[in-house]
């Protein structure tokens, strides 16, 4: 069973940092891309960004409003995808979704985080 | 980027009555392959978001046969035939020709 457990939520000052974490089960994850995808509140769903793997450099691909503030990682060895979020904004303030590759058959529950001063 | 505009934002419906959602890219979506790079989504109230329908038209593991996705080069449409109270949550289309984008969500309620 394919399993997405997302971690590491929390609260962050306006310019401050945090890193959330997703935890990959049921499937090889060393060859699939993973994307971030978040949801402000009260908000529709809004692309992130995505790592592809390994075997394809493991590029990263940004949306522009997170362009670099926001960093995508990934540890094969630990089946476990990160978001490294800097710089943050009040506008961050959202739930963050890590999905598979596109189309995205899986999604985790989602954890919030919310920057406030 | 490739722009997703939904219609209509908001979508009262009879248990039982047909329900059409469109979604409109600013850009075609058909690769050389033959695909369109369209996927729909449902998000239930309170639940993460599911996959409905991919590539235009292909239902998702699971999926009721009600849900069906058409549509090519930059407008896509996805019916339910027979709406049922499971039904209700907020509708998403999405595109992964470029990059990826949504559009705003459609949501549908119970009359």
């Known amino acids: 069973e394919v399993q997405l457990v997302e971690s590491g939520g929390g609260l962050a000052k306006p310019g401050g940092s945090l890193r959330v974490s997703c935890a990959a089960s049921g499937f090889t994850f060393f060859e699939t891309w993973m994307n971030w995808v978040r949801q402000a509140p009260g908000k529709g769903l809004e692309w992130v960004g995505r790592?592809?793997?390994?075997?394809?450099?493991?590029?990263?691909d940004y949306a522009a409003p997170v362009k670099d503030r926001f960093t995508i990682s990934r540890d094969d060895s630990k089946n476990t995808l990160y978001l490294q979020m800097n710089s943050l904004k009040t506008e961050d303030t959202a739930v963050y979704f890590c999905?598979?590759?596109?189309?995205?058959?899986?999604w985790g529950q989602g954890v919030r985080v919310t920057v406030s001063p | 980027d490739i722009v997703m505009t939904q219609s209509p934002l908001s979508l009262p419906v009879i248990p039982g009555e047909p329900a059409s959602i469109s979604c409109r890219s600013s850009?075609?979506?058909?690769?050389?392959?033959?695909?369109?790079?369209l996927d729909w989504y449902l998000q239930k109230p309170g639940q993460s978001p599911q996959l409905l329908i991919y590539l235009a038209s292909n239902r998702a593991s699971g999926v009721p046969d009600r849900f069906s996705g058409s549509g090519s080069g930059t407008d896509f449409t996805l019916k339910i035939s027979r709406v049922e109270a499971e039904d209700v949550g907020v509708y998403y289309c999405?595109?992964?020709?470029?990059?990826?984008?949504f559009g705003q969500g459609t949501r549908l309620e119970i009359k």
């Open positions: 790592i592809k793997s390994k075997t394809e450099g493991m590029t990263t």
């Open positions: 850009q075609r979506l058909l690769h050389s392959n033959g695909h369109n790079y």
């Open positions: 999405m595109q992964s020709l470029q990059s990826i984008t």
């Open positions: 999905t598979t590759e596109a189309p995205f058959d899986y």
